[in-house]
């Protein structure tokens, strides 16, 4: 089955600038999606389409894509922006949705 | 703008039947808008594409979990619903209920842009 591959833990300090990566053999083809999950809550779209921006989320969330990895970029980290952050793609055909496994994001 | 609450037996038996609900308000199912999904995340652990449904009914299902899957969708009281046979302790999750948006599908974009709160099903006897 398909797999998206993000580090398990990035850490920065207040006002650094975050990358977190997911990696998959499919992005070239399919595009990739970002969410940000703080402790007991539900997921929050923060980019869609690689890097497109849902209204209401702020400029410092920017997505790139390169080959089979896309990087999700936080400028000026906040201590809100704190919590798991999962990619989200489609398999080759379309047919399966998957997500990465999550990567924690502490701000130290 | 869509609003999803899920509901359902916090409490399963293993081999039992696991039934949620996703009551769509701020939005109508018969519209056409959105895709309607299920997504479940174990205690600890990371999100799980479960499968969704449109209002006509066509469904389409994560295959690690079709044999045991079965969603329909209630146009008249605006919900959406899963079953899942046969559960094991390892079905133990927090469900959600997504959209997928229709005209992101239609240019292959696939994201869930609306989320219910999501609710606790544990199997246990």
Redesign the interface.
């Known amino acids: 089955?398909y797999e998206l591959t993000q580090p398990p833990s990035v850490s920065v300090s207040p006002g650094q600038t975050a990358r977190i990566t997911c990696s998959g053999d499919a992005l070239p083809k399919?595009?990739a999606?970002w969410?940000q999950q703080r402790p007991g809550?539900?997921?929050?779209?923060v980019i869609?389409?690689d890097r497109q921006r849902?209204s209401g989320i702020p400029e410092r969330f920017a997505g790139s894509s390169s080959g089979t990895t896309v990087t999700l970029t936080i400028s000026g980290v906040q201590a809100e922006d704190e919590g798991d952050y999962?990619c989200?793609?489609?398999d080759s055909s379309?047919?399966?949705?998957?997500?990465?496994?999550?990567t924690k994001l502490t701000v130290l | 703008q869509v609003q999803l609450q899920e509901s359902g037996p916090g409490l399963v038996k293993p081999s039992q039947t696991l039934s949620l609900t996703c009551t769509v308000s701020g939005g109508s199912i018969r519209s056409g808008d959105y895709y309607w999904s299920w997504i479940r995340q174990p205690p600890g652990k990371?999100?799980?594409?479960i499968g969704y449904i449109y209002y006509t009914g066509s469904t389409?299902d994560?295959?690690?979990l079709k044999s045991r899957i079965t969603m329909s969708v209630d146009t008249s009281k605006n919900q959406f619903s899963l079953t899942l046979n046969s559960v094991t302790a390892a079905d133990t999750a927090v469900y959600?209920c997504a959209t997928v948006p229709h005209s992101?599908m239609e240019v292959?974009?696939?994201?869930?842009?609306y989320?219910?709160?999501?609710t606790l099903v544990t199997v246990s006897s």
């Open positions: 089955s399919q595009y999606y969410y809550q539900a997921p929050i779209l869609y389409e849902p999962y989200q793609s489609a379309s047919t399966s949705l998957v997500f990465g496994g999550g | 990371g999100l799980e594409w389409y994560n295959p690690s959600y992101a292959n974009s696939y994201y869930f842009d989320w219910g709160q999501g």
